[in-house]
């Protein structure tokens, strides 16, 4: 079964899934990467050339192709991947879903100079990030555990029991 980490942008979702991979020795996808990989390009500049809509076609098809094709690990998902309902579907039929949370403050400290992340550019970036942030925080409410983030090694630690408890729990 797959661990599915979602959670705003900037709340940790790459750091946690590399970490809780390493040390249980599970595999790690980055959904973002497969889709720059897939495509040849950054997600920056697929998102100026293309557009949003475009992008979460190519987000929704790589989760997809993912889930359907490949041995289970740790998926690592983009911040906006919950947004498409047939994805928070597959997600939560498929995987344990854990919803990391960082407070906004945290998210607007990581955030600020960050240049890599298309929905956060150009002017107001504390309007877009405020808007965005409480936009998408209902929509993550439906995976199966939700932490605060605090520590990244008791995190993984907790994440991991948590899913062993949900694996045990469906069989």
Known sequence: MWISLIGFTGSGKSTVGRALAYSYGLLCYDLDAWIERKEGERISTLFARYGETHFRKLEHETLTDLLNHYPPGVLVTGG???????????????????????????????????????????????????????????????????????????DIHKIYGSFLDHVVQIR
């Open 80 to 154: 906006g991947a919950i947004l498409m309902e047939a994805n928070r579907l597959q997600m939560r039929e498929k995987s344990f879903v854990v919803s990391l949370h960082v407070p906004l403050a945290i998210v607007r400290e990581r955030l600020r100079n960050d240049r890599q992340r298309p929905l956060l550019q150009g002017d107001n970036f504390d309007e877009r990030l405020n808007s965005l942030f409480y936009e998408r925080e209902k929509q993550y409410q439906f995976s199966h555990f939700l932490l605060n983030r605090i520590d990244i090694e008791h």
